[in-house]
């Protein structure tokens, strides 16, 4: 039976990818308004190139970008890009329709919850605040829990021993085949394709089922439990 379900944070319960974009878009405006004498264009590229090698949670991005064009940093045109990011990113982060329901509803099934997210603790949990999120889940593993990320078994493992389950009594949900369906599954972690938050175009998720909505979990897990029932198990 199912006892617990594993979330992906990123692009599974929130739209990162989109909100991101809304907060750079915004925070290039700002600091060309601020005396960046570059486009748009040449800023977005500039910055893109940085989060290409930085990765795209590095948090110093405009400092970044600035020490790059001046070889020092202006912080007028940086403090314009900070509060323009923020406030837009505050605006553009929101759970996929019908997220909240959705837990809720696990909840009130006695489904025990988690994430886990190779965001850094501190962004993934302020997210998860930011939301109202954070009382809603047992436990969440970012990447400095365990030092390593899907689809490395180690923070599936982590997330299991602090849910008191089994690999065969959970679910997986995320939107990186390669990553959460590919981890999850070579542990015996039943795997759901959060399709509705795929960014990779993925073809074949491999999973064993897929999401165009969050709230088909519930039908999913209806199903499994079912199976589980006729089995005996």
């Not at 909840?107 to 605040?129: Q, T, Y």
């Not at 599936?156 to 849910?163: H, I, K, S, V």
């Not at 439990?225 to 006729?230: E, F, Q, R, V, Y």
Request: aromatic share 10%; charged share 25%.
């Amino acid at each position: 039976m199912i006892k617990a379900v594993i979330f992906d944070l990123d692009n599974t319960l929130v739209d990162f990818m989109s909100m991101k974009r809304q907060a750079v878009t915004a925070a290039i405006n700002a600091m060309i308004d601020a005396g960046l004498g570059l486009s748009v264009t040449q800023v977005q590229a500039r910055i893109d190139a940085i989060y290409k090698e930085r990765g795209i949670e590095f948090q110093n991005v405009f400092d970044q970008l600035l020490y790059d064009i001046f070889q020092k940093v202006d912080y007028k045109i940086l403090s314009a890009g900070i509060i323009a990011y923020r406030r837009a990113r505050e605006a553009a982060l929101v759970p996929y329709p019908h997220v909240t329901m959705t837990l809720v509803a696990l909840i009130k099934r006695g489904i025990r919850l988690a994430v886990v997210s190779d965001a850094p603790g501190r962004e993934a949990w302020l997210r998860l605040c930011y939301l109202d999120f954070h009382h809603l889940f047992d436990c969440v593993v970012t990447f400095e829990d365990t030092g390593e990320r899907k689809p490395s078994p180690a923070p599936f493992l982590r997330a299991l021993t602090m849910l008191k389950v089994t690999p065969e009594e959970t679910i997986m949900v995320g939107d990186w085949a390669e990553r959460d369906m590919v981890g999850a599954a070579q542990l015996g972690i039943t795997t759901v394709f959060a399709r509705y938050g795929d960014t990779f175009g993925t073809v074949d998720s491999h999973a064993r089922y897929e999401l165009n909505d969050v709230s088909e979990l519930l039908d999913v897990i209806d199903k499994e439990n079912a199976l589980a029932g006729g089995r005996g198990s």
